[in-house]
Nanobody, 124 residues
Framework: QVQVVESGGGLVQAGGSLRLSCAVS????????MGWFRQAPGKERKFIAG????????KYVESVKGRFTISKDGARNTVRLQMNSLMPEDTAVYFC?????????????????WGQGTQVTVSS
């Protein structure tokens, strides 16, 4: 049984930083990319960052480029999202997901396993 568990969310002031972690356990029979999504209140869940299986490719949505960094620790099956210069509009539940492909995709249905999410709240 595959488990995906996020951690590291919390409350931070605007301009601050948080680092989210995502641990994957259980057997997965394909080389998988990893992605981070977020869902703000009343809005759809959207892709914000992803990293390919071999770590050669990372993708970010425009709103987080230059502020967020995704990285992977393959040995520990862990993916991190370093979030700097946080803004109130970054407030959302952040989800980690295991991709169904080795390269980075941006649509929810292209991800096979999901975590429960971790709340990030940025105060102004």
């Amino acid at each position: 049984q595959v488990q995906v568990v996020e951690s590291g969310g919390g409350l931070v002031q605007a301009g601050g930083s948080l680092r989210l972690s995502c641990a994957v356990s259980g057997r997965i029979d394909w080389p998988y990319s990893m992605g981070w999504f977020r869902q703000a209140p009343g809005k759809e869940r959207k892709f914000i960052a992803g990293i390919s299986w071999n770590e050669t490719t990372t993708k970010y949505v425009e709103s987080v480029k230059g502020r967020f960094t995704i990285s992977k620790d393959g040995a520990r099956n862990t993916v991190r999202l370093q979030m700097n210069s946080l803004m109130p509009e970054d407030t959302a539940v952040y989800f980690c997901a295991v991709g169904a492909f080795s390269d980075v995709h941006q649509l929810s249905y292209e991800y096979a396993y999901w975590g429960q999410g971790t709340q990030v709240t940025v105060s102004s």
